[in-house]
Every structure is written in C-alpha cells, then in structure tokens.
C-alpha cells in the first residue's frame, strides 16, 4: 500500500493472515490512513459504490479459476462509484514459454491445479479482458504491460503482467 499517501483513505485486502505484520510495515512507514481486510477472494469487503480507485497489481495472475477473475470484475464495478476507475493487472499470456502455454491450454485456461506457490496459474488475453469488462458495463481507458521493477523499474523492459484500465460510466 505505498500509494496510501496519494489518497485520503486506502483500503487494502488480502486472502493472507499477516495483515498484523502489514500494518506494523506501514505504520512504520509513517502510513496511517488506510485499513487492512481478509478477504475470501470471492468479494471485496467494501459497501456497493463507495471506493473511488481499484488497483490491483500481482494478485490477479495467482488466481485459482477464470470464474474467480469475472466475479472480482463484478466486485470492482459493485463498489466503485460512477466515474470510478479500476486499474487491474493480469498474468500475460505472450510471457508464457511454450511449455506453459501448452499446459494452460491442457487445463482449458482454467486452473493449473498443482502449481507452485506464486506460478502464474491464471492467464488471460488483453482482448478478452476487454470484453469480459465491457459486457459488466465497464468503459475500457487503458490497456497496456508492465514493466520490469515496476513501478521504478524500465519502461522499456516488458514485465510479465498485462492490464486493463476501466471506468465506471
């Protein structure tokens, strides 16, 4: 939650149970403003229309199931305001080698069941993001990769997430 200090509240959620050691960080930091949640990965812990910003960055690629992606698109539109915006990173499929790509394909880019802490399990093309985002009722800003050592790192050195930015009308 660096970018706490850029917002009056921050409100950040995590399916990990070291929220204690979270919040002992920031406050070190000098951070103050924000609240920390368990979430269940299934919904985010925020009254409908009342977050102005989503940002989800390394998060979205370690998800379990394609379903569980279009549900968290649904929970970004249901608590957002109108005019809000989210900005969601996700595992890129151009990163993928050969061998990945043939078991994503195998699994039916649905779910790698066996993969290692922090793989890349789930994948989704820019396009499709797209139009998963828009037919929830979401305007596409913004699509685009990351960079290496974001967000400091080389604008030229392409990371291994891809993202969409969308608004709500």
């Given amino acids: ?38 979430g269940d990965g299934r919904s985010l ?24 992606f279009i549900n968290y698109l649904r929970e970004c539109f249901r608590v957002l305001r109108q005019g809000g915006v989210a900005q969601l990173y996700f595992g890129s499929w151009r990163k993928l080698s050969w061998k990945d790509r043939i078991r994503h394909f195998a699994a039916g880019y649905r779910e790698i069941a066996d993969a290692p802490v922090n793989y890349t399990s789930l994948v989704v093309r820019k396009g499709k993001a797209k139009t998963l985002a828009r ?35």
Avoid at 4 to 27: M, N, P, S, T, Y
Avoid at 45 to 66: E, G, K, N, T, W
Avoid at 145 to 168: E, F, L, M, N
């Fill in 1 to 38: 939650m660096p970018h706490a200090i850029f917002f009056g509240k921050a409100i950040g959620v995590d399916i990990h149970d070291q929220g204690a050691i979270v919040e002992k960080h920031l406050r070190a930091a000098g951070k103050n403003n924000f609240s920390l949640h368990r």
């Fill in 45 to 68: 812990p925020a009254p409908d229309a009342s977050v102005d910003f989503v940002y989800s960055f390394i998060v979205l690629q370690h998800l379990p199931r394609f379903d569980v």
């Fill in 135 to 169: 037919g929830i009722g979401f305007s596409v800003v913004d699509s685009g990769c990351s960079y290496k050592r974001a967000p400091d790192g080389y604008a030229s050195a392409i990371g291994g997430q891809d993202y969409i930015t969308v608004r709500k009308p």
